[in-house]
T-cell receptor, first 117, second 115 residues
Framework: DSGVTQTPKHLITATGQRVTLRCSPR?????VYWYQQSLDQGLQFLIQ???????AKGNILERFSAQQFPDLHSELNLSSLELGDSALYFC????????????????FGPGTRLTVL | AQKITQTQPGMFVQEKEAVTLDCTYD???????LFWYKQPSSGEMIFLIY??????QNATEGRYSLNFQKARKSANLVISASQLGDSAMYFC????????????FGTGTRLQVFP
């Protein structure tokens, strides 16, 4: 158990709908990262938050948005869903955002499997 | 741009034998971190081992060791004494060093351990 929790574990919805994925980082971790794992794209970084502020953005679609709340939990909002959005969405957390010359292990949650029908 | 390459889509190994999973990376940065994660069929991502670009010694964690060859830009994972429970997908990843811990992942290698 990594200490990172994600809800829900599974989500089945229809095209055009909107869903919210929730993540609670490990106690004490300030950074939250969202990754998408799909068969055709592999594991891709979406977005990072550090202590409530957006820190880095990857290949995140405009239909997707995220935020980190004062209690450090994070939500990933996916709207106008398409079939191609079906994927496993991971949240990860680490103690701090990386500094040059240092690396911080990221702890992954169990993921939310999203199926868009 | 940083890139991770895993050229082995699948590997087989007999129980109790050692196996090496290949990973090469491309970066122009002097400072970076390399990670290996295991993803069993249940889906979770399990951190295995980390190697920093300035580390002079190869990283080891129990049965896992990382064969780090900086000049060749390779970071191969060696699993000794394979167990049936080692059957999983294995991902090599690199951390972008400046201001973020964003991980860039390779495409993974599926390891199957047989009795």
């Amino acid at each position: 158990d990594s200490g990172v929790t994600q809800t829900p574990k599974h989500l089945i919805t229809a095209t055009g709908q909107r869903v919210t994925l929730r993540c609670s980082p490990r106690s004490g971790d300030l950074s939250v990262y969202w990754y998408q794992q799909s068969l055709d794209q592999g594991l891709q970084f979406l977005i990072q938050y550090y202590n409530g502020e957006e820190r880095a953005k990857g290949n995140i679609l405009e239909r997707f948005s995220a935020q980190q709340f004062p209690d450090l939990h994070s939500e990933l909002n996916l709207s106008s869903l398409e079939l191609g959005d079906s994927a496993l969405y991971f949240c990860a957390s680490s103690v701090e955002a990386g500094l040059a010359g240092e690396a911080t292990e990221q702890f992954f949650g169990p993921g939310t499997r999203l199926t868009v029908l | 741009a940083q890139k991770i390459t895993q050229t082995q889509p699948g590997m087989f190994v007999q129980e109790k034998e050692a196996v090496t999973l290949d990973c090469t990376y491309d970066t122009s940065d002097q400072s970076y971190g390399l990670f290996w994660y295991k993803q069993p069929s249940s889906g979770e991502m399990i951190f295995l081992i980390y190697q920093g670009s300035y580390d002079e010694q190869n990283a080891t964690e129990g049965r896992y060791s990382l064969n780090f060859q900086k000049a060749r830009k390779s970071a191969n994972l060696v699993i000794s004494a394979s167990q049936l429970g080692d059957s999983a997908m294995y991902f090599c990843a690199m951390r972008e060093p400046y201001n973020t811990d964003k991980l860039i992942f390779g495409t993974g290698t599926r390891l199957q351990v047989f009795p």
